[in-house]
Nanobody, 124 residues
Framework: QVQLVESGGRLVPPGGSLRLSCAASGLTFRTYTMGWFRQAPGKEREFVAGISYSGRSTNYADSVKGRFTISRDNVKNTVYLQMNSLKPEDTAVYYC?????????????????WGQGTQVTVSS
């Protein structure tokens, strides 16, 4: 059974940085494409960033390009989201998602496994 556990979310001031982690178990991690999505109150879940199973391909939402970086460690079975220059509009619950093989798509329904989420709040 695939299990994804996010961590690292907290309250951070505007302009600050944060690194989220997603630890995966119950899967052959190196064969899974990983994604980060977020959902703010009253809004739909939206794609943030994705990384292919090989790590050679990444994809970002326009709203985070140049500020966020996704990476993975196939030895630690963990995917990371480094978030810099945070803005209040980045406030949301951030979810990790996984799908076997494939490119990092922006569509939530393409991903088969999800974590429980971690809260990121950007506020002074």
């Amino acid at each position: 059974q695939v299990q994804l556990v996010e961590s690292g979310g907290r309250l951070v001031p505007p302009g600050g940085s944060l690194r989220l982690s997603c630890a995966a178990s119950g899967l052959t991690f190196r064969t899974y494409t990983m994604g980060w999505f977020r959902q703010a109150p009253g809004k739909e879940r939206e794609f943030v960033a994705g990384i292919s199973y090989s790590g050679r391909s990444t994809n970002y939402a326009d709203s985070v390009k140049g500020r966020f970086t996704i990476s993975r460690d196939n030895v630690k079975n963990t995917v990371y989201l480094q978030m810099n220059s945070l803005k209040p509009e980045d406030t949301a619950v951030y979810y990790c998602a996984a799908v076997r093989w494939g490119e990092p798509t922006t569509t939530a329904s393409d991903y088969r496994s999800w974590g429980q989420g971690t809260q990121v709040t950007v506020s002074s």
